[in-house]
């Protein structure tokens, strides 16, 4: 006999499936909740960004023969301030005749 006083234990499908009720879960997939993408930075936030851009990344040069070739290795842009590049990647792409880059086109 239950008693008012002790607890009683739900079975884990009822459980379960009063968590499903409450979060709203359907037998079909809910479609993912992405938040909104960020408003474009406006011109003073660009040039801010591109006055105060540091070296970031690893910047190595090989040279052969009186050429140099660079490799850098990866740009990650997460922040408006790494949009840009630093000094030593600035100099280097402005002596380079040739840009290649790894880059996936099918991400927008």
């Known amino acids: 006999m ?3 006083w002790q607890r009683r234990r739900l079975h884990p499908c009822a ?3 009063g968590l499903a009720l409450a979060v709203g879960v359907t037998g079909a997939a809910a479609a993912p909740v992405c938040a909104p993408p960020p408003p474009p930075p406006g011109a003073e936030q660009l040039q801010a960004a591109q006055r105060s851009a540091s070296d970031r990344g690893l910047l190595w040069r090989l040279s052969k023969e009186g050429r140099d070739s660079y490799l850098f290795g990866t740009i990650h842009v997460g ?3 790494w949009s840009f590049p630093g000094p030593a990647l600035s ?3 402005a002596r380079s005749d040739l840009l290649a880059l790894e880059i996936d086109l099918g991400d927008p």
């Open 79 to 81: 922040k408006l301030q």
């Open 2 to 4: 239950h008693r008012p």
């Open 15 to 17: 459980w379960l499936a």
């Open 91 to 93: 100099r280097a792409l």
